[in-house]
């Protein structure tokens, strides 16, 4: 239950927790920035994705994010326990399921095909990577908003400026999602887990709506990456430099994100957006 201690002060500890969080949350380009070291003109590049081949990227990682929530959900509803090994632990298999990839290239057509397979792998890894820092942070992995929270990752991160000429930062772009989540999060309160087939059949339900506004926002990180690899001389090594920037991006993401929502329990919402927002970048 979140604490109301808004009029409270905040300890200096917590201050600087907070400007840690709000440096890893809004670092512009983060993810690109390690991509380019390893590729000339990946950002460019991802400009030039055809739009057939940009629907493709949607197309699949809308299917790949549904499959996880499935998954995830399952494991909730028959009460098993989810595993927790070290944020290293998946990095190393992320970073290997990434070289075999490099190693093929993402343009050619076996490279394409393995991509969407490696791709449903190395996210897999991730999800559960964010879940196990979620834990960390005290969160209760058996708690639907929580898993909704950890899905929730996968749009976050960036500081950028819309085309009106409004500034986007963590909490404003946090806003929609947590009405989707919400909502989404009070649909299977409702309607319960079981029959997940069905409960994810219908386009209007608001769990279907939240997993395309993840997809729409993530799909922009995947375009990164598959980029990358469609580099001719990334390779195996490469293949896996690029997971091991992939997972340890939305790794620092994560920490960000379940680290603020930690402090809002203890101090209220308001109060750390409050002290979010004063932080200069």
Sequence with gaps: MENNFSTYNMSAEDLTT??????????????????????????????????????????????????????????????????????IVYKTLVTASGALSGALGAATGIGTAL????????????????????????????????????????????????DDGLETTYYTSKIALDNALKGAASYISKNGIHGLNKLLLHSTNPLIKL????TSRFTIQVSEKFIAQAVPLIGAAGGGSINYLFINHFQKIAKAHFTIRRLER???????????????N
């Design 18 to 87: 907070i400007k840690e969080a709000k440096a890893s949350m809004e670092d512009i380009g983060m993810l690109m920035k390690g991509l380019n070291h390893l590729g000339e003109g990946i950002e460019s590049g991802i400009k030039l994705i055809p739009q057939k081949q940009q629907a493709w990227l949607q197309k699949n990682v809308n299917n790949i994010l549904i499959t996880l929530v499935k998954s995830n959900l399952a494991t909730m509803e028959k009460g098993k326990a989810f595993k927790n090994p070290s944020p």
């Design 266 to 280: 203890k101090y209220g919402v308001e109060l750390v957006k409050t002290k979010y927002m004063e932080i200069s």
């Design 211 to 214: 997993i395309s506004t993840v």
């Design 115 to 162: 991509f969407v397979s490696e791709l449903a792998l190395s996210t897999k890894f991730i999800m559960r990577s964010i879940m196990d820092i979620a834990r960390s942070e005290g969160e209760d992995l058996y708690d639907i908003e929580t898993q909704l929270s950890c899905l929730q990752v996968f749009s976050l991160g960036g500081n950028s400026t819309d």
